[in-house]
């Protein structure tokens, strides 16, 4: 089994949206949670696409900042991008590198802020 089966099975785990790009901003994967998100430009049928066809303006120039920024040092991996207070979640973004450091695309995805009030390790 390829481990390539493992991390798309490990993205799929993600409850929020992952959305994962190429430098040249394609959509190489999304999951289930993004497609949901993304229902109303297509859901699945991103995959492939420019991310600029979804972006306003000033929105791509956000994105075009922190892909040079990527670019100018391996340590430059994550940015936080944008609060959503109505649903207590962050949006970052990621840089993906290879083995050697390079650069070889980005992702988007969302961490939530509220607290998980389960009992640990409840099997619910």
């Not at 929105?59 to 430059?76: D, P």
Request: proline letters at 2%; charged letters at 25%; one cysteine or more.
């Amino acid at each position: 089994m390829e481990l390539t089966e493992f991390f798309k099975s490990y993205i799929e785990t993600e409850e929020e949206p992952v959305t994962i790009c190429s430098t040249d901003y394609h959509i190489l994967y999304i999951n289930k949670a993004a497609a949901a998100e993304y229902e109303r430009f297509g859901g699945y049928n991103i995959i492939g696409k420019s991310l600029n066809t979804f972006l306003d303006l000033e929105a791509q120039s956000k994105i075009n900042m922190v892909v040079e920024w990527f670019k100018e040092s391996k340590e430059n991996n994550q940015v936080f991008a944008v609060r959503y207070n109505s649903s207590s979640t962050d949006t970052y973004i990621s840089a993906l590198r290879s083995n050697s450091g390079e650069l070889i695309g980005f992702c988007n995805k969302r961490r939530c802020r509220t607290p998980d009030e389960t009992e640990p390790y409840a099997l619910v």
